[in-house]
C-alpha cells in the first residue's frame, strides 16, 4: 500500500459551499469562455439560434407593452417595458425574422441600465399574433 500523503481541497469556510464552488469554476474557465458578446445576437434577428420566447404581460397604453423575453443568448426579462419609436435603421424582427424597414413602427426595450436586447426590435404585427395566440390558448 502507498503511503503517500494525498492533498485534499480545503473545505470552504464560507456557509454557502455554491459560492466556493463557483469561485473554483471561475478560475478553471478561459476568460474567452464566461465573456459575454457585446451585441445580442437574437436580438439583431440571427434566427441560428431561435426565436426568443415572448410573452405580452400587459399593454400599459397603445405605445407601451410589458414583455417577458426569454432568450438563451440574451438573458431572461420577466417584466420588461418596451416602447412603440420608429427605426433609425433597419433591422429585423427580434422574433419573426422579417426585415424592418427604416422609419418603420416598432416596438423596442426602454430600461435602465441597458439590457442586453436593447437593440431588439418587434413589429407591431407580430404583437398583435402573440396577444391572439395568448387569448386563445
Known sequence: MN???????AQPTSPCRWTHARGA?????PDHVTSRPE????????????????????WVDADTVILSWSDALCGHYGEQTWKKTRTKRAGRCAVSGRWI????AVYRPRARPRPRNA??????????????GQIAA
Not at 451585441?39 to 400587459?58: T, Y
Open 39 to 58: 451585441r445580442c445576437p437574437v436580438a439583431h434577428g440571427q434566427q441560428e439560434h431561435g426565436a426568443p420566447i415572448v410573452r405580452v404581460i400587459e
Open 25 to 29: 469554476l471561475d478560475e478553471l474557465t
Open 3 to 9: 503511503n503517500e500523503a494525498v492533498e485534499t481541497p
Open 101 to 104: 424597414a427604416r422609419g418603420e
Open 119 to 132: 437593440d431588439a426590435m418587434i413589429t407591431a404585427g407580430v404583437l398583435a399574433i402573440l396577444v391572439r
